[in-house]
């Protein structure tokens, strides 16, 4: 049975413990050849770890998903959905690129002409973010029946002007007015807004990764999840880029069967003594990571972003509580993420154990952007 089928039974007969295996299962194989498929599914029964996971792979690597052959085959409705995405890291014209693709291969299967204004029919002007049925004719054909369309979520004014003129003109796709409203607005004449977005996609953001590999930890789901009395576990690294960046989240390590745990975060500026992040008792639950062989839980600490300049030390410090927890090992004291060194070094704490230090423990991944 398929991991597909396999769930959809789970959820027609309500297992908890089945669906859970399932969801559990697609997680740790989720990869580019099934993420549109599990994606489409995973919305379907309302799992939102696995549709949050799903959308973190589109993001990242949004250049090989519309290559992939079934993106020409998705429902309207996730093409809708991905190209809305302000977080998706492929340049406007390639986007186009695959919506105009997707719009061509949706002709063909309704058996209707190929043009440019079939294809605009098709995919609409998004003036709303709902549908609304047109009404059809004996002498209408059915694909006249669209949703309002994406093309005003595509960001033309973003795109260079060259690759505008050779690809998005020549398909058509456009009115007459407006291909001229956007050419004057590449030639900074147009006294008024193009009607499309004009702002860059701020694009997914990209992590520094620290292990190479990770010890599973295995907990028995019967046990109480903490005890108050015990103390918190303190995890402590030295962290130091050599240009500057944005950070705005970090992954940290659980346990397997989806445990929660409370988390206190804090990161200083060394030389300053001035505290850039502070969360306190915030709880999260561990979830799969993908694509890994090992079988590896982890939850994600999210916070607004916070500048940290190069060549600086900042201290990232926190207090956990929970069960037990996979580890990190092989970690190592300089690596390269998007041209971004990261260097780490240890941190001593003089009142407490710390039991995370640059080759072992927590800190998995550190999301950020660079400027």
């Not at 399932?22 to 309302?46: E, I, P």
């Not at 093409?79 to 302000?86: D, F, P």
């Not at 014209?93 to 997707?102: K, N, S, T």
């Amino acid at each position: 049975m398929c991991c597909k089928c396999c769930n959809n039974v789970a959820k027609k007969y309500i297992p908890p413990s089945l669906a859970e295996k399932c969801v559990v299962f697609l997680m740790r194989n989720l990869n580019l050849a099934n993420v549109l498929c599990v994606l489409s599914h995973a919305q379907k029964y309302d799992e939102k770890n696995l549709v949050d996971r799903c959308w973190e792979m589109i993001e990242s690597k949004t250049e090989e998903v519309v290559k992939l052959e079934e993106f020409a085959t998705i429902d309207r409705s996730l093409l809708e959905a991905i190209v809305k995405r302000a977080t998706l890291t492929i340049s406007e014209v390639e986007l186009f690129r695959a919506v105009d693709l997707w719009a061509t291969e949706d002709c063909e299967r309704q058996g209707v002409p190929t043009s440019g204004k079939v294809k605009r029919r098709i995919l609409g002007e998004q003036i709303v973010n709902q549908s609304r049925p047109m009404v059809n004719t004996p002498n209408k054909n059915p694909f006249l029946r669209f949703a309002y369309p994406r093309v005003k979520n595509i960001h033309f004014p973003v795109m260079e002007e060259k690759d505008f003129t050779s690809t998005v003109i020549d398909s058509n796709i456009l009115t007459e007015t407006e291909v001229k409203e956007l050419m004057k607005n590449f030639n900074g004449t147009l006294s008024k807004s193009a009607g499309f977005p004009e702002d860059r996609r701020e694009g997914f953001s990209w992590s520094c990764c620290r292990f190479t590999w990770f010890w599973p930890c295995y907990c028995d789901p019967e046990d109480a999840w903490f005890d108050e009395r015990d103390p918190p576990s303190l995890d402590a690294i030295v962290l130091q880029v050599d240009k500057d960046i944005m950070l705005h989240g970090i992954r940290f390590l659980g346990c397997l069967h989806n445990r929660d745990y409370l988390i206190s975060l804090k990161i200083m500026d060394v030389e300053n003594h001035t505290k850039l992040v502070a969360l306190k008792d915030e709880s999260f639950s561990s979830v799969p990571l993908p694509c890994r062989e090992e079988e590896v839980d982890v939850y994600d600490v999210i916070f607004d972003p916070v500048f940290l300049r190069k060549n600086a030390d900042f201290v990232v410090r926190s207090l956990r509580r929970g069960p037990g927890t996979c580890i990190g090992l092989d970690g190592v004291n300089t690596m390269q993420s998007l041209g971004v060194t990261f260097s780490f070094k240890g941190y001593r704490s003089k009142s407490r154990q710390n039991v995370s230090a640059v080759r072992f423990g927590q800190f998995a991944c550190f999301f950020f952007k660079p400027l």
